[in-house]
Nanobody
Framework: QVQLVESGGGLVQAGNSLRLSCAAS????????IGWFRQAPGKERDFVAA????????YYEDSVKGRVTISRDNAKTTVYLQMDSLNPEDTAVYYC?????????????????????WGQGTQVTVSS
């Protein structure tokens, strides 16, 4: 089992930045990849970014490329999502999730069904 706790969300003005954290416990931290997804009211849960178990590869949704950086600190068993130049379309609940194995198909990093454990989410609200 893996326990995930997201933090760092809040209300910010457009153009500002936030850094979200996902603190993990339970299963060995290097045994899984971690992804961030977001869900806006009335919409499906969408992929934002992912990082492999080693941190050697990252994946980003097209609309956040260049504005968002995912990283992991294996010593702190924490994954971060640095979000810059925020805009109102980024408003959503942000979730982190883990994969059940170290390696999954490359296409799987963008798909929620390839993740098994999920955190409770942290709200990000961007005002215009």
């Amino acid at each position: 089992q893996v326990q995930l706790v997201e933090s760092g969300g809040g209300l910010v003005q457009a153009g500002n930045s936030l850094r979200l954290s996902c603190a993990a416990s339970g299963r060995a931290f290097r045994s899984y990849a971690i992804g961030w997804f977001r869900q806006a009211p009335g919409k499906e849960r969408d992929f934002v970014a992912a990082i492999t178990w080693s941190g050697s590869s990252t994946y980003y949704e097209d609309s956040v490329k260049g504005r968002v950086t995912i990283s992991r600190d294996n010593a702190k068993t924490t994954v971060y999502l640095q979000m810059d130049s925020l805009n109102p379309e980024d408003t959503a609940v942000y979730y982190c999730a883990t994969t059940p194995t170290k390696i999954i198909p490359s296409s799987g990093y963008r798909m929620a069904r390839f993740y098994d454990y999920w955190g409770q989410g942290t709200q990000v609200t961007v005002s215009s």
